[in-house]
């Protein structure tokens, strides 16, 4: 058991048990109990507002296995807290800890439609799908107040720009207005995240996030709205969640995806102690060898960043799991043709974007 690990009373429905310093801080915080830790002064940590003012919007990469060169992160940490979330390194960046400070510390742009447009509107600038929720989640609970992936959604339809969004929030069907619009000129499709069908498992691994049958709803909604879907049954944890690939693939068919996707889980940086700590107290029989898969699948580390490699792993188990996956698509059916998203219906802002156009 870690020194470090937070009480459940001040951590409660949150998914790490630590707020480990980031690397980049010279001190290291170290917990201690100094006699005066009353009772009834212990609260559950609450959610934080930062506003963002960077001036841009767009992040950009030249990954050889990234299907997409631009993405849009609405927020910068998630209240989702799921515990194997890659994402939790970036929140160093801003000086804030990997671990409950990336589910109570939330950044956001208040101006970013207007970050959107002065791009958008650049000579320069050349359409391909923007991704939404390729670091954080566009559609956690904070979205629903701000509303900020909704504005960017709305703007990005009046400027018939293409775009790719992945979530597990059940806000999205909100939005099924904006999205079915965009849909009907190939301008959309929608990735589902459905990483267990276990409720006693998702309430622990990702305590914030929408249960299991409510995103299978949501995929069932966006289907039926004419909206591209496709389940990514991700992040595939060995011991814990691997046996269910199959049974997520089927019910997300069910539902109405057309496509799947899955990764097999790395535990880059801090997430590596933060997934550890978690194992040890939720799953201690099993933690040991849940560490050691995915070890095997890593070349004896934690994590890999090697291109084509990183999201699938090497070694036996690796393979084996591709193998099921591969042989689930075709047998179920979620294998349909990628449909490329249009750009030549991209209407660039005006050269003066703050003012309305007059046609």
Request: hydrophobic share 35%.
């Amino acid at each position: 058991m870690s020194n470090q690990r937070i009480s459940k009373e001040i951590r409660r429905g949150r998914g790490a048990t630590q707020n480990e310093t980031n690397r980049f801080e010279s001190q290291k915080r170290e917990n201690f109990d100094d006699g005066w830790n009353i009772e009834e002064e212990i609260k559950p940590i609450r959610t934080e507002l930062i506003i963002d003012s960077s001036r841009s919007i767009l992040a950009r990469n030249n990954s050889p296995d990234i299907p997409f060169d631009r993405s849009i992160n609405p927020y910068r940490g998630c209240e989702h807290g799921c515990i194997y979330c890659f994402a939790r390194t970036t929140h160093a960046y801003l000086g804030y800890s990997p671990g409950l400070d990336f589910e109570t510390k939330i950044v956001y742009k208040p101006n970013a439609v207007e970050l959107l447009a002065e791009t958008l509107s650049k000579p320069s600038y050349k359409p391909a799908p923007i991704a939404f929720g390729t670091n954080t989640d566009p559609y956690q609970p904070v979205e629903k107040d701000l509303r900020i992936t909704r504005d960017l959604l709305e703007y990005l339809l009046d400027r018939q720009h293409p775009v790719t969004i992945t979530t597990k929030g059940s806000l999205i069907t909100r939005d099924l207005d904006v999205l079915s619009q965009l849909a009907k000129n190939n301008l959309v499709s929608v990735a589902v995240s459905v990483t267990t069908l276990d409720n006693h498992l998702h309430r622990k691994l990702e305590p914030r996030a929408a249960a299991p049958q409510k995103r299978l709803s949501m995929i069932r909604a966006l289907a039926e709205a004419n909206i591209p879907v496709t389940v990514f049954a991700s992040p595939m944890i060995p011991k814990l969640n691997d046996h269910e690939l199959e049974d997520i693939l089927q019910a997300a068919k069910d539902a109405g995806a057309g496509k799947a996707h899955y990764m097999l889980a790395k535990l880059p940086l801090e997430v590596a102690p933060l997934f550890k700590d978690w194992l040890d107290e939720h799953y201690p029989e099993r933690a040991g060898k849940v560490i050691g898969t995915i070890q095997d699948t890593r070349n004896g580390k934690d994590s890999s960043s090697k291109f084509h490699e990183r999201f699938t792993g090497t070694g036996v188990y690796a393979e084996l799991l591709n193998a099921r996956f591969k042989t689930a698509i075709r047998k179920i059916g979620l294998n349909a043709p990628s449909t490329k998203l249009r750009t030549d219906l991209f209407r660039p802002p005006p050269k003066d974007f703050r003012q309305m156009e007059l046609f």
